[in-house]
């Protein structure tokens, strides 16, 4: 099917710490069409997450079931567990009209990309400075020293990445970082491909030239 017809698929990456969750509820709360693409993961629940909602927790052995029978777009293993989004749940929102946002790593975003094409619009949200990261990641109070320390070593890997990116966000201002955020998907929405469709029925109603 042809992007003009689908909606927009919208990748959004960032190390822990550097506000990519906020920036997404956010944009998800200003655009009802925008559906999140809530993850299978093998870890744990945290406090206040919600089962369905937040993600789909799942045991090992289920994970591993769903990707011998190719039920996942993507996955990846981030900080010790398995995370992975469903191809029939993206089919089922694109398939309603809607478009999905995706929270991810880069390696996800790199399966949803080879998967989808163009209809993926990828952007990653840059901390201001990894001593910044870390003082965000200190100030949440949840993660004790060792866990800190390996989502900096994270952090400076996925920083690799950046240029497998279409956008670049630099979060040092959150009003900001939303704005930009905000742009890049308004501005997918009017990409000529998408329009197009719109731009015919306009041309159609016109009528035949006159001599």
Do not use: W
């Amino acid at each position: 099917m042809s992007s003009s017809s689908r909606g927009v698929l919208l990748v959004v990456s960032s190390p822990s710490g550097a506000g990519k969750t906020t920036l997404c509820r956010r944009l998800r709360g200003e655009f009802p069409n925008l559906a999140f693409s809530v993850s299978y993961t093998t870890r744990k629940p945290r406090s206040g997450e919600v089962d369905g909602k937040d993600y789909h927790f799942v045991d090992k052995d289920t994970f591993q079931e769903m990707i011998a029978r190719d039920e996942f777009a993507e996955y990846a293993m981030v900080h010790g567990n398995l995370y992975g989004t469903s191809v029939a749940a993206i089919e089922r929102a694109l398939s309603a009209g809607r478009d999905v946002l995706f929270d991810v790593d880069y390696q996800g975003g790199e399966m949803l990309r080879k998967r989808f094409g163009e209809e993926v619009v990828l952007v990653f949200i840059l901390p201001p400075s990894i001593a910044e990261l870390e003082r965000r990641l200190r100030a949440r109070g949840t993660d004790d020293e060792a866990t800190i320390a390996r989502r900096l070593r994270v952090a400076r890997e996925e920083l690799r990445h950046y240029h497998e990116y279409d956008y670049l966000v630099m979060n040092d201002d959150l009003e900001r970082a939303y704005d930009a955020l905000r742009a890049i998907y308004v501005a997918q929405l009017h990409v000529r491909s998408r329009m197009e469709p719109k731009a015919r029925r306009v041309l159609e109603s016109a009528g035949p030239e006159t001599p």
